[in-house]
């Protein structure tokens, strides 16, 4: 059975980029039935900006809640938080001692990242893709389904992970990205030039997993396009980043492909097409959205998944932490 990981980051409410470029993919390979699969919530990621504790709480436990709603708590998958999981910080550690600054300085989200926010730049910002590399390389994941944005993290995780090997020998399976085709790169729906984040300031860049029917309608409504008028997509033209966007964004909803959605929308304006769109993405998030709902009212029923995820998580990265210990040279340690 192969090993699937993956997580996403506390740091503010789920949006539809990280629904279809990582979550809806997640649940897709999980239900394939061939993986053994690791999910959790990246809460010692978050903290690489400041984070206020209330709703850091309250968010951690929001995207719990919706993983489950996502149907990920069924069958063999562990879910649960990193905090709950000491060795990835461990390994993070050790990790970090056999990573480069210049590999990390290339990072384009950091660069991203830290050109906004110079005064608050952190160590722990710039060293994230080591965490990051640990989160994959403690459970000798196989495949790690991600949107584009983190093809370079992965990179990075992949050069680390040989480096290792080549000192010590094989330690570490080489983890492959699963980007999907459709939704890896899902931009804002006010300027199509950034991808779609959480952390936007205006929120009609964004749709949130828990929008209300009539938001997600507003704001797709409300999307930047162009003056063509041609609902097709089309690569080569700048100016037409909005529409190929939403474009994007239906064909990830729907499944149908390009020439399809061009098929169905030849003659007609944005108009019917932003309907459309709005109600694929209201259809897509409405089972999610109903199951969220039921499972905020059971508490108990999350936390046992948590606390089992994170007892079995312990015990997988601790196997993969004790032998990279022991190829480095510390002295095993004796439980007595
Ligand atoms: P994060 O929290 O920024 O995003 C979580 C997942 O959502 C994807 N994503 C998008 N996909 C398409 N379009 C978008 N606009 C969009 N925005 C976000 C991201 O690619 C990601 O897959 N470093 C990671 C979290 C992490 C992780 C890991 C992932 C920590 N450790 C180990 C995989 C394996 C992050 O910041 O993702």
Redesign the pocket.
């Known amino acids: 059975m192969q090993t699937i ?5 506390a ?1 503010g409410h789920l ?1 539809l ?2 629904y ?3 979550i809806k993919n997640w649940r897709e390979l999980h239900k394939d039935g061939r993986y053994r699969c690791w999910f959790f919530v ?1 809460d010692l ?1 978050s903290i690489t900006v400041r984070q206020n504790p209330a709703e850091l709480r309250e968010r951690s436990i929001e995207i719990m809640t919706l993983y489950l709603a996502a149907g990920l708590g069924q069958g063999e998958n562990s879910i649960f938080f990193q905090s709950h999981v000491p060795q990835h910080a461990e390994l993070g550690w050790v990790l970090g001692c056999y990573c480069n600054l210049g590999e990390l300085s290339r990072m384009t989200q950091f660069k991203d990242k830290s050109g906004k926010n110079e005064a608050g730049i952190t160590s722990g910002l710039f060293t ?1 893709p080591v ?2 590399a640990a ?2 390389l403690a459970y000798q994941a196989d495949l ?7 093809k370079q ?1 992965l990179e990075l995780c992949r050069d680390v992970a040989v480096r290792f090997n080549g000192i010590y020998g094989e330690t570490f399976k080489i983890p492959e990205p699963f980007i999907p085709k459709e ?5 804002s729906l006010q300027d199509p030039s950034m ?3 959480k952390s936007d300031p205006n929120s009609n860049g964004y749709i949130l997993l828990l929008d209300k029917p009539d938001t997600i309608m507003k704001k797709i409504k409300r999307a930047v396009t162009d003056s063509v008028g041609e609902v097709r997509f089309d690569a080569e033209n700048p100016e037409r980043a909005g529409i190929n966007n939403l474009i994007s964004i239906y064909s990830a909803a729907t499944g149908k492909d390009f020439e399809q959605i061009a098929h169905e929308f030849e003659g007609k304006g944005y108009g019917a097409f932003k309907q459309a769109a709005g109600e694929a993405i209201i259809d897509v998030l409405a089972p999610l959205q109903e199951e969220y709902g039921r499972l905020s009212n059971d508490k108990e029923y999350v936390r046992s998944v948590y606390t089992k995820s994170a007892e079995q998580a312990r015990e997988a990265a601790q196997k993969t932490l004790a032998d990279v210990y022991e190829r480095i040279g510390f002295i095993p340690k004796e439980e007595r």
Do not use: C, E, F
Request: glycine content about 14%; proline content about 3%.
């Open positions: 990981l993956s997580g996403v980051q740091s949006t980029g990280n279809l470029g990582a990246a990621h994230y965490l990051m989160d994959i790690v389904p991600v949107g584009a944005d983190q993290h939704g890896a790169r899902i931009m991808k779609m984040s």
